[in-house]
T-cell receptor, first 113, second 115 residues
Framework: QKEVEQDPGPLSVPEGAIVSLNCTYS??????FMWYRQYSRKGPELLMY??SSGNKEDGRFTAQVDKSSKYISLFIRDSQPSDSATYLC?????????????WGLGTSLAVNP | ETGVTQTPRHLVMGMTNKKSLKCEQH?????MYWYKQSAKKPLELMFV???????ENNSVPSRFSPECPNSSHLFLHLHTLQPEDSALYLC??????????????FGPGTRLLVL
């Protein structure tokens, strides 16, 4: 079983739709959770960062962490064509030997005008 | 220049060539990373340097040789590569790799093709 599972898609939605992207994980020690966005021919850029459980909102983006279910989500409201990219989840258990980031495969999202 | 820059952006090399990838970070960070990104695979961490000292080497073949002369520059020296080494090579930096918060900043990558 992979430590982090993420459906690679592709996911195609119309402009204005609410998008839900998800990752599941198996290591209960993970406590730092990140979403990165990667445009074509670019490197990943940090989009959202959450420590432990709960929600975090930034504009049209909301990140949720449910540690009891080992499940994290990224919601995009009022999606725009400029949101078309690959979204990667990443997580780590913390400091020291557990600091290594474990990555999902990434989900390819296309928002159609 | 701002952020993390990488050169070259594209590279084609034969299996007997020697080439180097260069990364420079302008963020004042203490740590730098090399990742390999291949289709249908998650990002693979190759090397981590903290304050110019290598702190992690994830069983990478010796045909990849990193060099970190200072906290702003990172190189990846390539020699006798194989076609399966064709991928996007990403450089990243962070403030403190040992803190575990995971906030890494990436360059645009070098797209490598080995013939």
């Amino acid at each position: 079983q992979k430590e982090v599972e993420q459906d690679p898609g592709p996911l195609s939605v119309p402009e204005g739709a609410i998008v839900s992207l998800n990752c599941t994980y198996s290591n209960s020690a993970f406590q730092y959770f990140m979403w990165y966005r990667q445009y074509s021919r670019k490197g990943p850029e940090l989009l959202m960062y959450t420590y432990s459980s709960g929600n975090k909102e930034d504009g049209r983006f909301t990140a949720q962490v449910d540690k009891s279910s080992k499940y994290i989500s990224l919601f995009i409201r009022d999606s725009q064509p400029s949101d078309s990219a690959t979204y990667l989840c990443a997580m780590s258990a913390g400091a020291g030997n557990n600091r290594k980031l474990i990555w999902g495969l990434g989900t390819s999202l296309a928002v159609n005008p | 220049e701002t952020g993390v820059t990488q050169t070259p952006r594209h590279l084609v090399m034969g299996m007997t060539n020697k080439k180097s990838l260069k990364c420079e970070q302008h963020l004042g960070h203490n740590a730098m990373y090399w990742y390999k990104q291949s289709a249908k695979k998650p990002l693979e961490l190759m090397f981590v340097y903290s304050l110019e000292e290598r702190v992690e080497n994830n069983s990478v073949p010796s045909r990849f040789s990193p060099e970190c002369p200072n906290s702003s520059h990172l190189f990846l020296h390539l020699h006798t590569l194989q076609p399966e080494d064709s991928a996007l090579y990403l450089c990243a930096s962070s403030q403190d790799p040992l803190a575990g918060s995971g906030t890494q900043y990436f360059g645009p990558g070098t797209r490598l093709l080995v013939l």
